[in-house]
């Protein structure tokens, strides 16, 4: 009855009841949506945290992982993770070169004498080294390193000593693993220079040249092998590190051989010890020790080193005299070196070398003498400079009674022969970006005495010129001479 009586507030009424329950509805849904958006948030927070905790994962084995990046520098050096380096280096030198062997006029020279060209690899070479950080001061360190032939077929050479030696096989010079503080130095064992050779490597501006001093120096006897310029295998030896400027190195080279005269290999190896081809009765050894001392300070280095080669076998000198008069005995070599660098931009070197075989008959002992050499090297820009050297081999106690006969035809009789020598050698060199390119010019002149029979181009380069005609014999007192013009590439 009442909402007939008064109809307009029963609109009213009905009004705010919809109104309320429209309210009532709103509410619900603000009250859905604001769930639905709290629930969106917490979704949201939760798919940032796992996107964060997957970035922090994802650095941490990025940290932790062995990455290869590119050490900046010069150098082709990769750091793999933060512990190891590997370098990938080498060396190249190819040259052009006009040679003679002075017998052109020899009486009985057979075959092609005189001056012959020919296009050289010399001492090329590549290699791989690294190391491996063991704790703060001590690294694990490796080396492999093998000779290149850039312009002659790979393989065994018939232009030198060791011919049956396949110098281009990996691993064919020195190679190592070892151990190495900054602090007590490094213990390493495989192949290397001997410290006798290293110690006054740096003294000789023509290495690896026609006019390289081991034509000379270490180079006992002659001809095409420098027995005290050596790289000794299965050695072990030790690296000091330097105190005040003074190093000390000492190496140990066992001689593996069951033969009680060393005629045989070394036991693994594919030729004599000491280089030459067997039987091994000219100059192959047992044990040998090296060891150096040196002083590099400044505008200073001074050096000193021995080398001893036990029980050299040297049978093959006996040819024409009686059985033991020359035998197996000791050799050993002595040495003292100076290098200076005067303001003028000269440096000069010098050393003094001391030869030695325990001879049985001095007569037949061309082995023991001594020698000298001096260099010259002067810097005409920062990029140019000149070397002048003079090497000069001394008269030994005698020579093997069936040694090479001189020009003239004449036989080698008698102690205390002319066989002195001196070597003359003059280049110019020209460096590109600093010592990573250069390009030389080399010319070197042998002078034997009478019965002297010194080689050129002897220890790295790529062709040796000596005291033998095309037919393979033997002269001595011949004048060498050679013309080398070449390049080198340092990577």
């Known amino acids: 009855m009442i909402f007939r009586k008064k109809p307009i507030a029963a609109a009213c009424l009905l009004a705010l009841a919809a109104a309320n329950s429209a309210y009532a509805q709103q509410a619900s849904n603000v009250d859905a949506r604001i769930q639905a958006l709290q629930q969106e948030i917490e979704a949201l927070k939760a798919e940032v945290g796992n996107k964060a905790d997957l970035s922090q994962v994802k650095q941490q084995v990025a ?181 005040a400027g003074w190093s000390f190195n000492a190496l140990v080279s066992p001689g593996q051989n069951r033969s009680a005269d060393y005629e045989g290999y070394a036991l693994g190896e594919p030729d004599c010890t000491g280089s030459n081809v067997g039987p091994c009765s000219d100059g192959s050894f047992g044990t040998a020790y090296s060891t150096s001392v040196g002083y590099d300070a400044g505008p200073l280095y001074f050096t000193a080193a021995y080398e001893l080669h036990k029980d050299v076998n040297r049978i093959d000198d006996e040819a024409g005299a009686a059985a033991g008069s020359v035998g197996i005995r000791n050799e050993s070599a002595l040495k003292a070196g100076v290098q200076y660098k005067l303001p003028t931009n000269t440096t000069v070197d010098f050393i003094y070398e001391k030869l030695k075989r325990d001879a049985i008959t001095a007569a037949y002992d061309e082995r023991s003498r001594h020698g000298t050499w001096l260099a010259l090297t002067q810097k005409v820009t920062s990029a140019d400079d000149v070397n002048f050297g003079w090497a000069h081999a001394g008269r030994t106690p005698g020579e093997p009674p ?90």
């Open 402 to 491: 069936e040694g090479p006969s001189s020009l003239a035809g004449v036989p080698p009789v008698g102690s205390s022969l002319p066989d002195a020598a001196n070597q003359y050698s003059i280049g110019f060199k020209h460096h590109f970006q600093g010592d990573r390119m250069t390009w030389y010019a080399v010319a070197t002149e042998m002078k034997n005495d009478q019965f002297g029979h010194y080689a050129i181009g002897v220890s790295g380069h790529g062709i040796t010129t000596r005291n033998q005609d095309g037919g393979g014999n033997s002269f001595a007192g011949n004048t060498l001479k050679a013309i080398s013009v070449g390049m080198t590439y340092d990577f």
């Open 63 to 243: 940290d932790s992982s062995p990455g290869i990046s590119m050490k900046p520098g010069k150098d082709l050096v990769f750091k793999i993770g933060d512990k190891s380096e590997v370098q990938i280096y080498g060396h190249v030198d190819v040259s052009y070169d006009d040679q003679t062997n002075g017998l052109a006029h020899a009486v009985g020279a057979q075959g092609n004498n005189g001056y012959v060209t020919d296009v050289s690899s010399n001492l090329s070479f590549f290699g791989l080294r690294g190391d491996r950080l063991l704790n703060d001061d001590l690294k694990g360190v490796f080396q492999f390193e093998t000779e290149v032939f850039y312009s002659a077929t790979p393989g065994a050479s018939n232009d030198a000593a060791d011919t049956t030696a396949q110098k281009t096989g990996l691993g064919s010079r020195n190679s190592y693993i070892g151990l190495q503080s900054a602090t007590f130095g490094a213990v390493k064992l495989g192949k290397t220079d001997t410290p006798y050779k290293s110690s006054t490597a740096r003294m000789d501006p023509f290495a690896s040249s026609v006019a390289d001093y081991n034509s000379i120096m270490g180079n006992t006897g002659g001809d095409t092998r420098a027995e005290f310029d050596a790289r000794l295998a299965h050695s072990v030896w030790y690296e000091s590190p330097k105190w």
